[in-house]
């Protein structure tokens, strides 16, 4: 059975750091790529990261550029979000997935349960 579980999220402060962790079992992530998603409260569910099955290959949404990056580790089935200069819309719970590849479809099952990240003073 397929399962992605989250870990890391948190209420911080702005401008604060957090690392997000996703780690997959019941499958390897080895030939997926692995995408981080977001949900802010009465918003749709958006794509923040994903990082190609090789690792050499990452994409980011505009408004995270320059302050998260994604990172993978196949030996621990992991995936990895490092969020830095955390802003208030930044907020949202944050999901991990495997996607057959990078802007693709995510692979049916494969969503984590998420893990709330709060920015606030």
């Known amino acids: 059975q397929l399962q992605l579980v989250e870990s890391g999220g948190g209420l911080v402060q702005p401008g604060g750091s957090l690392r997000l962790s996703c780690v997959a079992s019941?499958?390897?992530?080895?030939?997926?790529?692995l995408g981080w998603f977001r949900q802010a409260p009465d918003k749709e569910r958006e794509s923040v990261s994903c990082?190609?099955?090789?690792?050499?290959?990452?994409n980011y949404a505009d408004s995270v550029k320059g302050r998260f990056t994604i990172s993978r580790d196949n030996a621990k089935n992991s995936v990895y979000l490092q969020m830095n200069s955390l802003k208030p819309e930044d907020t949202a719970v944050y999901y991990c997935?495997?996607?057959?590849?990078?802007?693709?479809?995510?692979?049916?099952?494969?969503w984590g349960q998420g893990t709330q990240v709060t920015v606030s003073s």
């Open positions: 990082i190609s099955s090789s690792g050499g290959s990452t």
């Open positions: 997935a495997a996607q057959f590849y990078c802007s693709g479809p995510v692979v049916s099952g494969s």
């Open positions: 019941g499958f390897t992530l080895d030939y997926y790529a």
